[in-house]
Structure formats: structure tokens, C-alpha cells
């Protein structure tokens, strides 16, 4: 069974601060996804990260996947009261009987305060 | 002109009672799922479907049984509802297996 092990599982920081979301596993996983959830909604597709040492960057929002493709962070710079929410990751399988799995994090519940 | 729609919205009922969630999406895709989110927020995937198919089907109790009548809806009916199936369902859809997935905005089931 392939688990993500995502912390921290809460973050709670002021407006303007910096903070990194960890996604970690022993599995190697043919690419990684990371969500972002808001109240009463699914959630929502951020990024894809594919290739091992990838970097993404939406807006200040910065991606990496890990070498080895078993781990990925999520770095926020200048954090708004815009960016609550619940932030997922997803490990991806290439095929046979893990066609189309995802594997998901606990979630990070991020509190901005103004 | 919602991707993935799914109803009802809200879903309250007894236990021991059978119940059935709707989920229809428009984005031509040929994969659809259905997760189960807990009240911790771990989101678990329950069945996935290609093109009419069933391709995953987690450990979940047979008293959950999907249905594709064509690749463009994945029903899920329960049956015999316990206090335990008491969650946020989501249905989702991906062009392929490994393209990403695409949610609607959730059944929350609620087992008096």
C-alpha cells in the first residue's frame, strides 16, 4: 500500500509570512499533483510536477518534486488571507491495476490571519 | 456549465436505509471516480471507471455499487446506509488515468 505522509496536517501564520508544505513517501510515483480545497467545494488542480527535480512556480506559489519522484514540497512566499484553505497532494501511477489511483495526503489546513 | 456535477448536494437520512448519489460530467472525459472524504479530510478513492469499465475498486463493502451507464455519468447507489458511511462523497473525472482529475463539489451524507 503506498501512503503520502504530509505535514504539517495544520499551519497557522500571519499575513506576509512564508511557509513550506511537505509531501513525503517511500513510493516512487509517476507524478504528483497538488489540490487546493476551499468550504463546501472539491478540490481544485494547482500543479502537475513530472519529472524528478522539477520546479513549478504559479505566482508565489513555488513546486518541487523530489529526485527520486517519492517526495514533493509546497513553498508560499508572502502568504495572503486569500490562500486559506486545504492543500492537498496526490501521488500519481503510471498503469496496470493502479490505472488512474491517486494517492492522497492527509491535507494541510492553512489559516492566513489578516 | 459545471464540469462535474453531482447530486444531491446534501443527503440526510437513517440508518439501514438505501440511497443513491448522481454524478454527471460534460468535459468529455472517459475516466470517473468516486472518493470518500473523511471528517479528517483524508480523501480515499472508492472506484474509478474507463469508459464504462470498472478498472479500481478499493476495499469498500459491497453495499456500495457503482454503475456507468455511459462514460458521461457514475452513479453510486448504498445500500443498507450504517453510521459509518457518514462522509463528503466526491465524484471526479480525468481524460485519462493519469491526467488530472477534475471534482465536483461534493454529496455530503449525513446517517441519523
Known amino acids: 500500500t503506498q501512503l503520502l505522509e504530509q505535514s504539517p496536517q495544520f499551519l497557522s501564520i500571519q499575513e506576509g509570512e512564508n511557509l513550506t508544505v511537505y509531501c513525503n513517501s517511500s513510493s516512487v510515483f509517476s507524478s504528483l499533483q497538488w489540490y487546493r480545497q476551499e468550504p463546501g467545494e472539491g478540490p481544485v488542480l494547482l500543479v502537475t510536477?513530472?519529472?524528478?527535480?522539477e520546479v513549478k512556480k504559479l505566482k508565489r506559489l513555488t513546486f518541487q518534486f523530489g529526485d527520486a519522484r517519492k517526495d514533493s514540497s509546497l513553498h508560499i512566499t508572502a502568504a495572503q488571507p486569500g490562500d486559506t484553505g486545504l492543500y492537498l497532494c496526490a501521488g500519481a501511477n503510471a498503469g496496470g491495476t493502479s490505472y488512474g489511483k491517486l494517492t492522497f495526503g492527509q491535507g494541510t489546513i492553512l489559516t492566513v490571519h489578516p | 456549465d459545471t464540469a462535474v456535477s453531482q447530486t444531491p448536494k446534501y443527503l440526510v437520512t437513517q440508518m439501514g436505509n438505501d440511497k443513491s448519489i448522481k454524478c454527471e460530467q460534460n468535459?468529455?472525459?472517459?475516466?470517473m471516480y468516486w472518493y470518500k472524504q473523511d471528517s479528517k479530510k483524508f480523501l480515499k478513492i472508492m472506484f474509478s471507471?474507463?469508459?464504462?469499465?470498472?478498472?479500481i475498486n478499493e476495499t469498500v463493502p459491497n453495499r456500495f455499487s457503482p454503475k456507468s451507464p455511459d462514460k458521461a455519468h457514475l452513479n453510486l447507489h448504498i445500500n443498507s446506509l450504517e453510521l459509518g458511511d457518514s462522509a463528503v462523497y466526491f465524484c471526479a473525472s480525468s481524460h485519462h488515468g493519469n491526467q488530472p482529475q477534475h471534482f465536483g463539489d461534493g454529496t455530503r451524507l449525513s446517517i441519523l
Open positions: 471507471y474507463n469508459n464504462k469499465e470498472l478498472i
Open positions: 510536477v513530472v519529472t524528478g527535480g
Open positions: 468535459l468529455g472525459h472517459d475516466t
